[in-house]
């Protein structure tokens, strides 16, 4: 299923200021309705996520003189994956980088649904590989995004 989300507005939401490059901020993506609203703040004005969010994420807004990053091959990312697979400590980043594969189309949400335990488990299933996963839905620790991000930038750029 596709759902139709606003773009980056680079604005604030709250203030309606224009963002600088460079400048950090979050955006949220709310359901109204049936409808997604996505909503940008700078990062001083952040009141954090709202209880109704479908999800958030923090980032930087790009600079016009900087190149953009590519993110390395699908099959470089499928095989970090794997990696991930087998270091529990880790099950966070895999569960982030299986969320990004989604996102690229290389993995397809098949569906939601709880364990024995009553945790999330993501079941996607990856066309290239012709293989299914259950990927636990294990969202990070706060003082663990910003260490996922780079190490995902880094190894992943």
Same mark, same amino acid.
């Given at each position: 299923m596709? %759902? /139709?989300? +606003?773009s980056f507005t *680079?604005? &604030? @939401? =709250?203030?309606? *200021? /224009?963002?600088a490059p460079g400048e950090w901020y979050y955006s949220v993506v709310i359901a109204e309705g049936d409808d997604l609203k996505r909503f940008d703040y700078a990062a001083e004005v952040w009141p954090g996520p709202p209880e109704n969010a479908v999800?958030?994420?923090? @980032? +930087?807004v790009p600079d016009k003189t900087s190149r953009r990053k590519h993110w390395a091959p699908n099959d470089v990312m499928l095989n970090f994956f794997d990696e991930l697979? !087998? $270091?529990p400590e880790k099950q966070d980043m895999r569960y982030v980088l299986t969320l990004l594969l989604v996102r690229r189309r290389v993995f397809r949400l098949e569906e939601e649904e709880r364990d024995a335990e009553g945790r /999330? !488990?993501? =079941? !996607? %299933? &990856?066309?290239r590989r012709e293989a299914t996963y259950a990927v636990p839905a294990v969202l990070p620790a706060q003082e663990r995004i910003e260490q996922i991000q780079a190490e995902l930038a880094a190894?992943? $750029?």
């Open positions: 596709d %759902y /139709e989300i +606003q *680079r604005h &604030c @939401s =709250t203030s309606g *200021r /224009e963002f999800g958030w994420w923090k @980032s +930087q697979a !087998v $270091q /999330e !488990v993501l =079941t !996607v %299933y &990856c066309p190894l992943l $750029q």
